[in-house]
């Protein structure tokens, strides 16, 4: 049945962000959110993992309602991966890593070393976080949530702050954990990046539901107009590749 959003809707403090919001995600596909600045992206993740109080609707995991999960289930099914994580204390990074076991109640060793190794952060286990650079920092976060093994990653701009060598090691690392039966939703802001990876795409504009389908589909010169109010170029490489080029302000 996978991640399904029914008619959510969700308040922060006096301005409505999601308005009526249905959506479905599937096991082994990469879901991409896409849309302009304020549109509800990083909202409808924190409302997927029941991090932000729902107005209306809800959001279920195989029909179970994500709020009505214990935080254990919830931590258990669903890794989330926030634009900002903050590290508050200056841990060595194998111990920091080994934190994304927490859920499961065990220090399995083998699932942490099988993280540090996709997120190729080895090389980093036994530094102190804080000797980190900001890209060093993000890999390593993201190895936390991959040690829980969680059934769903949700990850709001996890290129942020990345080489583009690490940004396409990361786009790979999404790619394998769809392929490996995870359920993958991400937001990106790269266009060219979200065609390369996405199965699906999910468009967001003003907080409503713009376009949500196969990639080939949803990122079409009319859409991506709507939704950034951009024209846009969509290239067609040798190897069947897109890319993707704002054109002019409409």
Do not use: C
């Not at 709020?67 to 254990?72: G, N, Q, V």
């Not at 389908?213 to 079409?220: E, F, I, K, N, P």
């Amino acid at each position: 049945m996978g991640l399904i959003s029914r008619d959510l809707a969700v308040t922060l403090g006096r301005r409505r962000i999601l308005h009526g919001v249905d959506a479905a995600f599937a096991f082994g596909r990469v879901t991409v959110v896409l849309g302009a600045n304020g549109a509800g992206k990083s909202t409808l993740l924190r409302a997927a993992a029941a991090l932000v109080q729902v107005e209306g609707g809800a959001v279920s995991i195989d029909g179970v309602d994500v709020a009505a999960l214990s935080p254990r289930e919830r931590a258990q099914a669903i890794g989330y991966l926030p634009q900002d994580s903050v590290v508050h204390w200056n841990m060595r990074v194998r111990d920091l890593v080994a934190l994304g076991r927490l859920p499961h109640g065990d220090g399995d060793a083998a699932a942490v070393e099988r993280a540090l190794a996709a997120t190729h952060t080895i090389d980093l286990a036994e530094r102190a976080v804080r000797s980190l650079s900001g890209g060093e920092r993000a890999r390593v976060l993201l190895a936390r949530v991959l040690a829980g093994e969680p059934r769903w990653l949700l990850a709001d701009e996890p290129l942020a702050s990345l080489d583009p060598l690490h940004q396409l090691e990361t786009l790979a690392l999404l790619r394998d954990a769809a392929t490996r039966g995870m359920g993958v939703v991400v937001v990106l802001h790269d266009l060219t990046q979200a065609a390369a990876i996405a199965d699906e795409v999910l468009l967001l504009k003003d907080g409503r539901v713009l376009a949500h389908g196969a990639t080939d589909r949803v990122m079409t010169h009319a859409h991506l107009a709507a939704a950034y109010g951009v024209g846009v170029e969509v290239l067609a490489r040798a190897d069947g590749r897109r890319v993707i080029v704002p054109d002019e302000r409409l």
